[in-house]
C-alpha cells in the first residue's frame, strides 16, 4: 500500500523560504499521475496548491502569485514543495497528496510549517 | 476560480440518525468525456483528509456503505444514513476538473 510522508523545517523566519519533501513508499513518482500538495492554515478549511507529474511537468495555483515550485526527484521517490517570500499567512499543516484516477485518494499525515522569527 | 458552497456550515446529529450535506459549485464540474469530477473527503479531529466519494458517486475502496453521494452538474448531495460516532469531523466536497483545485468550506459534524 502506498504512503506519503512530508517532512522538512517546522519554522521558517518571514520572507524566507518553505522547502518541504514527501517521500513515496510502496509506490513510485514515476507512475502515470499527479503529486500534489494541499495546505489547511490552523482551524481552516483546505487550499490546493499545486502538483507535479513524473516528466516534470506542474499546475500551480495562481494565489500563489508565483511564489511556488513544485519538483520531483524521481531518484530518490520523492516530490518537494518550495514557497518563497513567505509571511505569517503561510503558516498552515501542509499535506501532500496523490491524485490517482479516483481523485485524492492517497495523503500524507501533514507537517506543520509556523512562519515566525 | 470555482467556487463550491457548502451546507450546512454545522451539523449537530443524534446517533444511528442521517445526515446530509449539499455542494453547489459555480460552475459545471462535467468534463467532456462525460465523468463529473466532484469528490467528498472527510477529516476527522487531528487527521490529514480522507477520500470517500469521487465522481459524484463512486464510494472509494473501504469506505462504509452508509456514506452516498448524488447529484448532477452543479449541485451535489452527500449524505450518511446512519451517523455513527467515528462520521464526526469535517467534510468538503472538492473539485478537480478546472485548475485551481478547489475545495468547499468545509462541513463540521458533530453529535448532539
Known amino acids: 500500500q502506498m504512503k506519503l510522508q512530508e517532512s522538512g523545517p517546522g519554522q521558517v523566519k518571514p520572507s524566507g523560504t518553505l522547502s518541504l519533501t514527501c517521500t513515496v513508499s510502496g509506490g513510485s513518482v514515476s507512475s502515470s499521475n499527479w503529486w500534489s500538495w494541499v495546505r489547511q492554515p490552523p482551524g481552516k478549511g483546505l487550499e490546493w496548491i499545486g502538483e507535479v507529474y513524473h516528466s516534470g511537468d506542474t499546475n500551480y495555483n495562481p494565489s500563489l502569485k508565483g511564489r511556488v515550485t513544485i519538483s520531483v526527484d524521481k531518484s530518490m521517490n520523492q516530490f518537494s514543495l518550495k514557497l518563497n517570500s513567505v509571511t505569517a499567512a503561510d503558516t498552515a499543516i501542509y499535506y501532500c497528496?496523490?491524485?490517482?484516477?479516483?481523485?485524492?485518494?492517497?495523503w500524507g499525515q501533514g507537517t506543520i510549517v509556523i512562519v515566525s522569527s | 476560480d470555482v467556487v463550491l458552497t457548502q451546507t450546512p456550515l454545522s451539523s449537530p446529529v443524534t446517533l444511528g440518525q442521517p445526515a446530509s450535506i449539499t455542494c453547489r459549485s459555480s460552475?459545471?464540474?462535467?468534463?467532456?468525456?462525460?465523468?463529473?469530477?466532484l469528490s467528498w473527503l472527510q477529516q476527522r479531529p487531528g487527521q490529514p483528509p480522507r477520500l470517500l466519494i469521487y465522481r459524484i458517486f463512486k464510494r472509494f475502496s473501504g469506505v462504509p456503505d452508509r456514506f452516498s453521494g448524488s447529484g448532477a452538474g452543479t449541485e451535489f448531495t452527500l449524505k450518511i444514513s446512519r451517523v455513527e460516532a467515528e462520521d464526526v469531523g469535517v467534510y468538503y466536497c472538492?473539485?478537480?476538473?478546472?485548475?485551481?483545485?478547489?475545495f468547499g468550506q468545509g462541513t463540521k459534524l458533530e453529535i448532539k
Open positions: 497528496a496523490y491524485s490517482g484516477v479516483d481523485g485524492f485518494d492517497i
Open positions: 472538492m473539485q478537480t476538473l478546472h485548475f485551481p483545485y478547489t
Open positions: 460552475q459545471s464540474l462535467v468534463y467532456n468525456d462525460g465523468n463529473t469530477y
